[in-house]
């Protein structure tokens, strides 16, 4: 049967499996939800539905079309990696000058321009939706075992709270055909994700693309990547606790 | 010959996105070569496009001509698989909510859209009208908000929303068909 669920009840129980309610239409209507077994019945065919959608595979677009459309746009055939030199320069001597920390020595591959705009993506995006995670928490014991649930292997989540950088939840960015878990912390008003890569990536200097300070560093398993629009000097700070805490874990 | 900063500009805002872009056009055409030719098409569109575009998102921007191309293609070489709404009577509309509640009634579970296969599902969503189909596939697939699905097919936020609740419903009706 078709439950009889009047179009407004309807279309409240669309945006509440869709996340579009606030928190206090959310809390009303989670209390009708559960008194009315026809609006439940409801519930449960849209989310029943959304998982078999979510579930279809997709088909891949061909891996030559990315340099077709390159072709055909007259722009360049091939991607060009250019970090800038000055910015290279810099981390060298950053790298000497923190000679404890072999993981800011400079690599001479690079983390390819395409992941970084990836990422780069991905953080705009997330600071652009209504939350900016997957799962909100705070508490870094929420969120580690939920990676860990989701990606083969979970990154170190560093409480960095007395730095100045609240933990605000984690998701699950997609990179190529990979998922990767990127960590997300509040800054002011700003917020800084934390991507951790598989470690077969390379770590690259600090760079600035398109108003977003990216830095990464390497450790344990991973290569982290950071992005914010916070300036460079704090990101740095926040690279230093973000290494100094994971070490303590 | 167009400046380097144009092409800087298209490898950061639609590069990063033409999976997606593909998945859409996937979606909304059908298979996987008119695909091809729409993200193609949408490429050169967008490429010409970004200089004098003022991009906020690049990722809604970037689906946005995909979503156009894809009609604009759609209207070209298939005009009857799009079914504007404005065309849709109102008796053709109860119609095909009726069709949808009718289906619906012939399952006693919830559970026969758990137990569809996979390739049932897929034919479901692909023979939903284009303009139902394009709003699941933002919601569900792209998982993009209310917000941004509004954006991207130039609709208002409550017929995205009206929409989407019938497509789901029509499909909630069509699966549950499947396993009598």
Redesign the interface.
């Known amino acids: 049967m078709t439950p009889s669920v009047l179009y407004n009840d309807d279309l409240t129980l669309q945006a509440y499996c869709d996340g579009e309610l606030d928190a206090v239409a959310a809390g009303a209507f989670e209390q009708r939800l559960a008194a009315d077994p026809d609006l439940q019945r409801r519930y449960d065919q849209v989310l029943a539905l959304r998982a078999r959608l979510r579930g279809l595979s997709e088909d891949a677009p061909p891996s030559d079309l990315a340099a077709r459309i390159r072709a055909t746009a007259g722009a360049r055939a091939e991607p060009q990696h250019h970090w800038p030199w000055r910015a290279m320069a810099a981390c060298l001597v950053i790298g000497i000058l923190a000679g404890s920390t072999p993981m800011w020595l400079i690599q001479h591959d690079r983390l390819s321009d395409q992941t970084a705009s990836v990422i780069i993506g991905n953080h705009i995006r997330g600071a652009l939706a209504p939350q900016s995670f997957d799962v909100a928490s705070s508490d870094r014991h929420t969120i580690k075992p939920w990676f860990a649930a989701r990606v083969a292997e979970s990154p170190k989540v560093p409480d960095l709270a007395q730095a100045g950088f609240v933990l605000a939840g984690g998701r699950i960015d997609v990179i190529g055909q990979t998922p990767v878990p990127t960590i997300v912390y509040k800054h002011a008003a700003h917020i800084v994700s934390v991507t951790a890569l598989p470690q077969r990536e390379t770590v690259a200097p600090d760079t600035t693309i398109a108003g977003y300070h990216l830095r990464s560093w390497r450790d344990g398993g991973f290569v982290y990547v950071a992005v914010s629009d916070i300036p460079e000097s704090d990101l740095a700070a926040f690279a230093q606790a973000f290494i100094a805490e994971a070490r303590q874990l | ?2 400046n380097s900063d144009d ?1 800087a500009l ?3 805002v639609f ?5 997606e872009a ?2 859409l056009a ?1 979606w909304l055409t059908g298979n ?1 070569s008119d695909a ?1 030719d729409v ?2 098409d949408a ?2 569109r967008a ?1 010409r496009a970004i200089g004098a575009a003022d991009v906020i ?3 809604a921007w970037s689906l946005t001509i995909v979503r156009n191309t894809a009609y604009s293609w759609l209207m070209k070489n298939r005009p009857k698989d799009v079914v504007f709404a404005e065309d849709l009577g109102d008796a053709d509309r109860r119609s095909l909510d009726h069709i949808a ?1 009718e289906r ?2 012939a399952t ?1 579970e ?1 559970a026969a ?2 137990n ?1 296969t ?1 390739e049932e ?2 034919k479901a ?1 692909a023979a939903l009208p284009a303009l139902f189909r394009e709003i ?1 596939v933002l ?3 792209h998982e993009l ?2 917000r941004e699905i509004a954006a991207v097919t130039n609709l208002p936020i409550g017929t995205v ?2 929409r ?2 019938r497509a ?1 419903q029509m ?3 069509a ?1 549950g068909q499947v396993r009598p």
């Open positions: 010959m167009r092409h298209f490898d950061e590069l990063p996105h033409l999976q593909y998945r996937r996987a091809e993200v193609q490429a050169m490429f998102n690049p990722r509640a619906h009634g006693p919830d859209i758990l569809a996979a599902v897929r969503l699941v919601r569900e697939m908000s209310y929303m009206s989407l609740s789901r499909l909630i009706g699966l």
